[in-house]
């Protein structure tokens, strides 16, 4: 049996060790508080990134054909709906084509003569041919830049002794003791708007065409002279699509000085009018 001092020691032995478990067990409702809270956050998280992973792929598969967005936008390949035909690439059988052909009046004759004969040596100067083949080469001419100088007179009458000074007009765009002409002007215009060359691409071109060098500044002043020149003709066009009764209205993205812009565009079967904004249909604040 046990004696009391040793069933008090086992007594406390036992409430010690009931008081340990007792601090383990709030311990861990502590961490299984804890964790809950934790994978309850993680749940949310979770949910975030599978509804953002869902919008991210509905906009990659978007493009000009299945949605609003123009054709400029596209950013991924989308595949072309054309079926193979199975034909032979080139020119089909019954298809007409377009050749050269030979023109009535050449701008140039070239006659390609027989001197002596390859047999027995005589002269053929004198003989008569009795055919003549032809051929014609269709090719640009040499290209070249060419100064013309305008020179105007400047006289007093001995007549009537008049002080005033008599003198010719210069053509209303020859203006200045040195400058480009007009012809130069529309090339450089037509090559920066339409072929879309930039300025420093466009002064290699003209150096490789024409063996003369035109700086980029003065390739801006010219498209700059251009467009102002224009500037009455876009007022006729702007009156003319506001009169109209049936317009054509469209618009396309692009970037001007890194930014996303607009190209609008406004027509009829005669006129069009193309203008850039930063906005696609509203006023915008950028």
């Known amino acids: 049996m046990l004696t009391v001092q040793q069933a008090v020691f086992t007594v406390e032995s036992l409430i010690g060790k009931v008081q340990q478990q007792k601090q383990l067990i709030h311990q861990l409702v502590q961490e299984n508080e804890h964790l809950r809270h934790e994978n309850k956050q993680l749940r949310k998280e979770n949910e975030q990134l599978k509804y953002r992973v869902q919008e991210l792929e509905a906009r990659t598969k978007k493009n000009s054909s299945n949605s609003h967005l123009p054709p400029s936008s596209d950013r991924f390949h989308t595949h072309s709906s054309r079926k193979p035909s199975g034909n032979k690439p080139g020119g089909q ?7 050269l052909h030979q023109v009535e009046h050449p701008h140039h004759r070239v006659v390609h003569r027989v001197h002596t004969c390859q047999g027995c040596g005589v002269s053929l100067r004198d003989v008569k041919p009795f055919k003549v083949d032809i051929r014609q080469v269709f090719d640009v001419p040499p290209v070249a830049i060419e100064v013309t100088q305008h020179e105007r007179e400047v006289k007093s009458c001995p007549h009537c002794r008049c002080e005033c ?22 090339l450089a215009v037509y090559l920066h708007h339409i ?4 300025y420093k691409r466009l002064s290699d071109t003209i150096e490789a065409l024409y063996q003369h060098s035109i700086s980029t500044g003065t390739l801006a002043n010219m498209v700059k002279r251009g467009r102002e020149s224009l500037e009455s003709n876009m007022d006729i066009i702007e009156d003319a699509l506001l009169e109209s009764n049936i317009l054509h209205v ?23 009018y193309l203008a850039p904004h930063a906005s696609r249909g509203k006023k915008s604040d950028r």
């Open 165 to 186: 000074v008599q003198q010719a007009e210069f053509p209303s765009h020859v203006t200045n003791h040195v400058q480009y002409g007009p012809r130069l002007t529309a």
């Open 93 to 99: 059988e019954g298809h007409q084509g377009t050749t």
């Open 250 to 272: 469209d618009e396309t993205s692009l970037r001007i000085n890194g930014k996303l812009a607009w190209v609008h565009v406004a027509c009829t079967s005669r006129y069009t």
């Open 195 to 198: 072929q879309l060359i930039p």
